[in-house]
């Protein structure tokens, strides 16, 4: 499944609900459950189905993997709908793309950034003409990501009035499913539900002087629309984590291209290290890090504000985003 979060205009304004998306169109997943709850003789079918398939993704996966099983039997019986079809309830049982708006599939309770690609990490320790730590080999590390500067997909960045040199990061991120606490590598893929593409926007100029003085990432990272997800949530069972070819483009054009297939350490080995007497949640996101030659900074190219960045990775879609700068945004 491809799950997501989007949003629908009502005379109440814009209503969030989660969904699945299947030939073009958005399934409103709890809608079209209900109605299935409904015509098994369930009398309080609504409220029973909005309890699986709440409107928020984070509480979803936390039903995880119950809710997984009412998603599938609704997209299933929604093909039995047709375009503007009304279940037995009244609801609409999906929107076209006209009809709704996409928004960031998953507000991550936890969003730990790991750093597994060989080449990201060389070419910055080059440029502080320092030699690769043997320890980078030993273990994955990672940074904490800012969960409250977030941007949906598609709506314009800001960019921070701050700094003058923006970059993107072009990652992948694993969305964990269950809850655990010291898990082996090669337990660990029961605990991803699904994977997306994350975009994560730095302040070159900003994190070089946080880096003059040993600090770790700070306002280089942490601004509002800092952090993209999207376009959707692949469910871990419909694509190969460890061989997903990547894209990015710039205004169309393509800048570079990757593989999830050049991390130095698996997914497993990230969810291994994470959850070292920690628990992980339902709802955490783990990425990648960037994949090689996956930002400005080791290309040596440069965007400027009111760039369209595209990030394709195969099995999951295309994330797109507009840089601009605050005087320029239509949001």
Not at 225 to 245: F, H, R
Request: glycine content about 10%; some cysteine.
């Amino acid at each position: 499944m491809k799950l997501v979060t989007f949003s629908i205009a009502t005379p109440l304004g814009h209503i969030s609900r989660i969904g699945a998306l299947a030939n073009g169109r958005a399934i409103d997943l709890a809608a079209v459950y209900a109605d299935l709850l409904f015509k098994e003789g369930v009398y309080a079918a609504q409220e029973l189905a909005q309890a699986i398939i709440p409107q928020d993704m984070a509480e979803f996966l936390s039903r995880w993997p119950l809710a997984r099983g009412a998603a599938e039997r609704a997209l299933t019986a929604a093909t039995a709908f047709s375009d503007n079809a009304t279940t037995s309830l009244g609801a609409r049982a999906s929107y076209g793309e006209s009809e709704y708006r996409l928004r960031i599939p998953l507000r991550p309770r936890r969003l730990k950034d790991y750093l597994v690609y060989e080449g990201h990490k060389k070419k910055a320790m080059e440029r502080r003409s320092q030699q690769m730590p043997e320890l980078w080999y030993r273990m994955p590390t990672y940074t904490n990501r800012n969960v409250c500067g977030l941007a949906d997909p598609g709506q314009d960045i800001i960019w921070p009035n701050y700094s003058n040199k923006l970059d993107f990061e072009f990652e992948i991120g694993a969305v964990i499913g269950k809850v655990g606490k010291n898990i082996s590598a090669a337990d660990a893929g029961a605990y991803i539900a699904g994977f997306t593409i994350y975009n994560d926007f730095s302040a070159r100029d900003v994190q070089a002087d946080e880096g003059k003085i040993g600090a770790g990432a700070g306002k280089s990272k942490d601004f509002d629309y800092g952090n993209v997800l999207g376009p959707c949530i692949v469910t871990a069972d419909e694509i190969d984590p460890s061989n997903i070819e990547m894209i990015l483009r710039v205004n169309e054009e393509e800048w570079s291209r990757g593989n999830t297939s050049g991390m130095k350490f698996s997914w497993g080995q990230i969810i291994e290290n994470a959850s070292r007497d920690e628990t992980i949640f339902p709802g955490d996101l783990f990425a990648s890090g960037t994949m090689d030659n996956g930002c400005c900074l080791e290309l040596e190219r440069w965007f400027k504000p009111g760039a369209t960045i595209e990030m394709e990775a195969t099995g999951i879609g295309v994330l797109r985003n507009r840089v601009v700068r605050s005087d320029l945004s239509e949001n």
